[in-house]
Nanobody, 116 residues
Framework: QVQLVESGGGLVQPGGSLRLSCAASGFLVNLFTMSWHRQGPGTERELVASISSSGAILNYADSVKGRFTSSRDNAKNTVYLQMNNLKPEDTAVYFC?????????WGQGTQVTVSS
């Protein structure tokens, strides 16, 4: 059974950092492109970052370039999103996901709130 479980969210002050984790089960993260999306209050879900199956191709939304870094630990079957210099506009629920030939799988999300 495929499962994605995000963790690591919380309340942080502007300029602070968080590292989100996405623990996967039922499949191997190194076989798929893994993505991070976020959905803020009253906004649509948007793609934040993705990491290819090889780890060689990383893509980021313009709004997070230079601040967020995606990585993967194949031994732990987990993907990460390191978020630095957080801004209030980064406040959102963050989701990890991947797509196979049939559908897109989503985790339940983890809340990130950036506020002083």
């Amino acid at each position: 059974q495929v499962q994605l479980v995000e963790s690591g969210g919380g309340l942080v002050q502007p300029g602070g950092s968080l590292r989100l984790s996405c623990a996967a089960s039922g499949f191997l993260v190194n076989l798929f492109t893994m993505s991070w999306h976020r959905q803020g209050p009253g906004t649509e879900r948007e793609l934040v970052a993705s990491i290819s199956s090889s780890g060689a191709i990383l893509n980021y939304a313009d709004s997070v370039k230079g601040r967020f870094t995606s990585s993967r630990d194949n031994a732990k079957n987990t993907v990460y999103l390191q978020m630095n210099n957080l801004k209030p506009e980064d406040t959102a629920v963050y989701f990890c996901s991947f797509k196979d030939v049939r559908r897109t799988y989503w985790g339940q999300g983890t809340q990130v709130t950036v506020s002083s």
